[in-house]
């Protein structure tokens, strides 16, 4: 359990309120995924705003579950909202993308949603 992310922030911000960590649990299923594959699509085509965007939204969530990639996602969405064209963060986007599928996985199996 909790092996790509933590749940002590989480936890502490909920006052160890367990449905509400498990309602932050679901929020973050529901749009972490979401935001990634926005980031997925939008850094190969060199979408700079969609990526600042999908990034800087994905920022707190990532934080507050603490999957390790806080500095990586930042490196992706100052890409994007400082048009880095002559920069690649292709390496980046993969270690944030790996992290949010093995995040979303392990928490869809330990708050079985």
Do not use: C
Not at 27 to 34: D, G, H, R, T
Not at 48 to 70: C, N, R, S, W
Not at 80 to 96: R, T
């Amino acid at each position: 359990m909790a092996k790509h992310y933590k749940l002590d922030r989480v936890r502490e911000m909920a006052d160890n309120d367990e449905d509400f960590v498990m309602a932050l649990a679901a929020a973050f299923i529901e749009e972490v995924p979401e935001d990634a594959e926005r980031l997925r699509k939008a850094v190969p085509e060199g979408d700079f705003y969609e990526t600042y965007q999908a990034a800087h939204k994905m920022k707190p969530t990532v934080d507050l579950f603490e999957l390790g990639i806080l500095d990586k996602l930042i490196e992706v969405q100052d890409w994007g909202k400082f048009e880095k064209s002559d920069e690649n963060v292709d390496a980046q986007l993969q270690i944030v993308l790996t992290a949010v599928e093995n995040a979303t996985n392990e928490i869809k199996a330990d708050f079985g949603l």
